[in-house]
């Protein structure tokens, strides 16, 4: 069975993120969301949020099919940024999603990993209804793209 | 097309000429190498060609006149002819070497494409075709108008030939083809496209990437016009593959790539190209490798095609024997008796990277993902799949390995 | 660009490491290989590497997930991180592995001429283009009407630049030069060159072949947009070369051939390109030889360039002082301060191919012929002429052997 | 020196058709000439023949540029073809020419050997005037272009 060290990266925080995850659904008060996915294995994540006037994030949902890392991380993420203003999800980098996710990952997971945080990023600038607010700039390459994978 | 005497396939033999075979992976398990259809291992004598040939008779070719030169020349040229022979082809000068399969195809759009289709005129593909076998012609059809049309794949992975006459119409001038899906396995009837398509009048290209590793291939008795291949699926080295032209095709058709070897003369105004198989080997080519697929082909041939197809045969008959007994899995595509030694699967709730890692996490290789194959994996409403493939050193212990730790994968996830 | 501690460059030590330079030709004559400007030998390091990369850690690349793939892809992907360096890039995704400098200039030709030129535009080339950077032209000039013009070289070999005002206006998009010739070792000033390019705002390419192998290279400082060069004239593998591109550039460039590895997503209806560097590597990339090339990269730099050009002008100094003493023979081009490790000469009543003939009879490898640079040949009202080109492995001693044998040579036919 | 026998191929009898060649100059009664070169080595051969009315070629010239086997080639070619009918000379096919140069050949020099071979045979078919005679199409293909030969 799988249970040497060698499976560290279905540690069994991970594994209850995949089968429970926390938040996965509709927000009933979203004000912004957006959805994206990675073709080249198929995975997709969409998330909703609501974001207060004061800029918080007050709640964070997603929905999506993928393998167990993308799900379990998804999950993850949107337990960590409950509470936080835009700025600080804004300032919540890359490297921060892989510390979060709290597992070593190959370059080729490490994308799964971070699916649903480029997601998020561009959430933060897609409201639902057009509104005044909208002096932020759709923001551009704020997520580097992950290397294409693409298996001959 | 291989005529000299053969000896019997013993895999275990076998696998003693391949030095990678007997590795491990995450210290403790034997490599199970089941990723044959991405690339497959080279045998200690295909590695002992490039050593030879770097360490003794290496230097650029196109006929210098010093000794290195004219040897490597005669070497790379020999390795042409073994290819004409593997594959039956009337002339060596129907052999153009490239990097592999995917510059095959490109050639062939880039150039017999761009001089000859135009609005109206259609190139027929199946829906089961590789990117290399689709984008080259996507890519045509955005530069010169011509019409992409797709023959249908059946729920059981075949080829839908009810509508063939609708799709091959005088229209259509070049059907393109693969004679083996690199996803499902299935294995086309080729003679009956052939023929349909002499019928109208269209030209027909095969990509025979993942064919001729496994199977005996004839281009003058299949009567097709272009075949493309890469020497890394067959146990040759990577960067080199071929495209077959027929000589009344490949001596009209306008070059592709520019540069050195390929001219007959230049001048500040224009140039004049050179004769096949030149016209189309611009630029130093991949000399050692291209001599490394004619000892390949060499390695290859001390076997009976029949053995090797009863062999993987075999192998794809126990994988779909052992697999069909795992819940929650499925296998795409046909039976083994209608395809080639590939199994791909998908498992009801489990993803393929998660199966593919956790099969590498007890030393099993398999492939996860779309497998360059989008629009196949579309059309079995499935994002990703997993996908063993088989080849000559392979071993049925190896299939039960495999099983066993899908077995283990589905009870990791509780499945 | 080399950064880490280098050893002194003593040839007789660096022969060691050269299996093929221990051999003879017809049987008794030790090769001295001076072919170097066609193609460079491979040290063990950089072939132990094709034998352990074979027999370890090979896979298809493109992050496939088990354990060979991953190995693989990441020496794929230092290797490139190491060309980067070498060449000091500012990123490893402007690097595109091709087959060598001809495919890299045909994919500019065809990605970014295709799109960027048409009537009324012109691409500046030289005199001395090798054909590689001069045929991909002729054709973009037919597919887009876009007009080549000249630099004219003068009398000593050196590029004429007068008239460059003239030659280079706003209707420039491109200037494509040489940064070593392969015939007369020319060093152009690429910096005035690059000066006035961007004055009148067209891009630059630079054919490096010749240059890479040789003198540092520093395309940040040297701001240029476009590089090309071959693994195989570096003490490299054949069948791999190297496209540098402008991130800015490449990554708004249409890709080249497609297939697998270079897409985001494939329909029947279409696909959509990946980002760089995967956009412009369509198919199964030459692993094995990319791989050998960063080893290559890894025992040249172990060198200090200074070391590296004072040997190689010390054995052009010699050859020029030697050779200028036979009767009947002139040398072309620049004296030996104004160019590379290149001496190409004709002798006066003596074809190129009987010289060269005759050398091979004595263990002197050269070459003869226009050397794929058939304007250059006219331009100096030659058909062909004979070439001996230097690298960090050739002695004093070897030239004297050349010297001696041309004498030999000059005598048997009476002159 | 070079007197050991690799050097076969610059036999004395080469040698002086080299530096003494037969029939180097203008055919005075010429009725057919054809010039071709081979760009790859910049060897040129221009033939001149003269072909009396009873189909017997009376007078072969050449003239042209290059190395030692292809002048010297030409010089025997021209030798060997004076008193032949142009159905003999057209029966006069490759390997009779590397036959009559009499020493063997790498690849790579056959071409150089063969190339007055090619001219002759155009030149057969090539008439200084369009005369009535001119039913002979011009053939095509009749000289199989040798390997191309360009050296990077
Ligand atoms: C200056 C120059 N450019 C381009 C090339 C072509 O390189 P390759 O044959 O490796 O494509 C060469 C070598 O032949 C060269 O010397
Ligand atoms: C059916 C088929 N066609 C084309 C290719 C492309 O081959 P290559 O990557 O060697 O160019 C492959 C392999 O990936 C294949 O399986």
């Not at chain 2, 003693?16 to 990723?35: A, K, S």
């Not at chain 2, 080279?42 to 006149?65: F, L, W």
């Not at chain 2, 230049?266 to 000399?287: H, K, N, Q, S």
């Amino acid at each position: 069975m799988f249970s040497s060290p060698e499976e560290e990266i279905y540690q069994e925080h991970i594994l209850e993120h995949y089968e429970e995850p926390y938040h996965r659904g509709h927000c009933p008060r979203a004000t912004h969301a957006h959805e994206d996915d990675n073709p080249l294995c198929g995975d997709f994540i969409h998330v909703e949020l609501h974001i207060d006037p004061q800029g918080v994030v007050r709640e964070a949902y997603f929905d999506g099919e993928g393998c167990c890392i993308s799900q379990a991380a998804a999950s993850m993420l949107m337990e960590a940024v409950e509470g936080k203003t835009v700025e600080e999800v804004e300032q919540f980098r890359a490297e921060d999603m892989l510390r979060l996710f709290g597992v070593r990952l190959t370059p080729n997971r490490q994308k799964c990993c971070l699916l649903s945080w480029k997601v998020l990023q561009q959430a933060l600038y897609s409201p639902l209804e057009k509104k005044p607010q909208d002096d932020s700039p759709q923001q551009q390459a704020a997520a580097p793209e992950p290397p294409a994978e693409d298996t001959p | 097309m291989s005529t000299a005497e053969t000896v019997p396939l013993d895999p275990q033999q076998v696998r003693q000429d391949f030095p990678i075979l007997h590795r491990t992976v995450h210290e403790q398990y034997p490599l199970v190498y089941l990723d044959n259809a991405a690339t497959t291992q080279r045998p200690r004598q295909v590695i002992q060609s490039i050593v030879q040939t770097s360490e003794q008779h290496y230097a650029n070719v196109h006929r210098g006149i010093h000794t290195l030169s004219e040897q490597s020349t005669d070497l790379y040229e020999s390795a042409r002819q073994k290819v004409q022979r593997f594959i039956n082809a009337a002339r060596p000068e129907e052999i153009i070497f490239t990097r592999g399969t995917t510059e095959s195809i490109n050639l062939v759009a880039r150039s017999w494409g761009d001089a000859n289709t135009g609005p109206g005129d259609e190139i027929l593909l199946t829906e089961m075709e590789h990117h290399a076998n689709l984008v080259p012609w996507h890519q045509l059809a955005a530069r010169t108008g011509v019409k992409l049309r797709f023959i249908p794949l059946r729920e059981d992975g075949q080829l839908d030939l009810d509508r063939l006459e609708d799709l091959l119409t005088d229209r259509t001038r070049l059907v393109a083809v693969s004679a083996m899906s690199n996803v499902l396995g299935t294995v086309p009837p080729l003679e009956r496209i052939v023929q349909a398509a002499r019928s109208t009048g269209a030209l027909v290209l095969v990509d025979a990437a993942q064919w001729v590793p496994h199977r005996p291939t004839d281009v003058q008795a299949w009567d097709v016009d272009f075949l493309a291949f890469s020497g890394h699926k067959m146990l040759g080295p990577s960067g080199v593959g071929v495209l077959y032209g027929r000589r009344e095709l490949l001596g009209q058709m306008p070059p592709f790539l520019g540069g050195g070897g390929m001219i007959r003369r230049v001048t500040l105004e224009g140039f004049e190209p050179a004769d096949i198989p030149a016209r189309f080997e611009a630029g130093t080519p991949p000399i050692v490798a291209a001599i490394g697929l004619g000892e390949a082909i060499d390695y290859l041939s001390r076997f009976s095609w029949e053995d090797i197809h009863a062999h993987e045969l075999r192998l794809t008959r126990l994988a779909h024997e052992l697999l069909g007994e795992i819940p929650g899995l499925r296998i795409l595509g046909p039976e083994p008796e209608h395809k080639g030694g590939i199994v791909s699967f998908v498992f009801e709730r489990i993803h393929a990277h998660d199966v593919a890692y956790l099969l590498d996490r007890r030393g099993v290789a398999v492939r996860a993902g779309h497998h360059c194959a989008m629009p196949l994996h579309k059309r079995f409403g499935v994002g990703a799949s997993t996908r063993a493939s088989f080849y000559l050193y392979n071993t049925e212990e190896e299939v039960h390995r495999l099983a066993e730790a899908l077995d283990q994968v589905r009870q990791f996830f509780r499945q």
